[in-house]
């Protein structure tokens, strides 16, 4: 084997193992050489989303693991098509249903227009039309923040949108910092539902007041 048939090969391993098992994004290997660019000042993306699948948990409990995997699989290709090759940012899958995008700050507007698309992205599974949903935060680095202090503004923020509802996005901000969501929940005595939701401390109630299912006082 001559020199370059030895760095095509290794150009080939590389890309392989930088590619994810279930989607045709990046994988948390390529999103860490990403990171280390970031903070050595060698990247050029300066923006930071986090993408989640809303709802993950009940899809996956009411139409199994295999469901699951085929909405992964379809968000990664709305991603990629709409992101990667669109806008020619990048994409990985961080873990699970945790997906994460760097983005130069001039394709924002295009990205943030990107949103409806986000909000209902229809899949087959088992002969059944379903559907899953993303919400995604974003924050803008300033040049000196570390990729770990930006990636978890991005996840703060989305916190945030995935309260607001499906397809919801929401730019990080100090408000976030000083106003954090916190969990409200409790179960109905009547109907036996039961209930959690996430919302901004400064406003948060003491306790839940009514279930949403039957309207019953809690």
Known sequence: MNLGQLENLI???????????KTSLGNALALAHEERLINEGASEFNVVAWVDLDDFKE???EHGYEA???AIREVGETLYKLVVDELQAK???KSGDEFVILLKQDVIE????????????PFSYNEKELRTA?????VRSDGKMSFDDLLRRAEDACKHAKAQGDGSWVEWTEDIEVNPLVRRSGRCLKCGAKIGCDVPQRNAPAKLRCCPCCGESL
């Open 11 to 21: 150009a080939e391993i590389r890309l392989v193992s930088f590619a994810d098992d």
């Open 110 to 121: 295009k990205f943030l227009s990107a949103a409806p698309s986000f909000g209902s992205i």
């Open 68 to 70: 699951g995997d085929v």
């Open 134 to 138: 993303l919400s995604f935060g974003y």
């Open 91 to 93: 994409a990985f899958r």
């Open 59 to 61: 899809l996956n409990g």
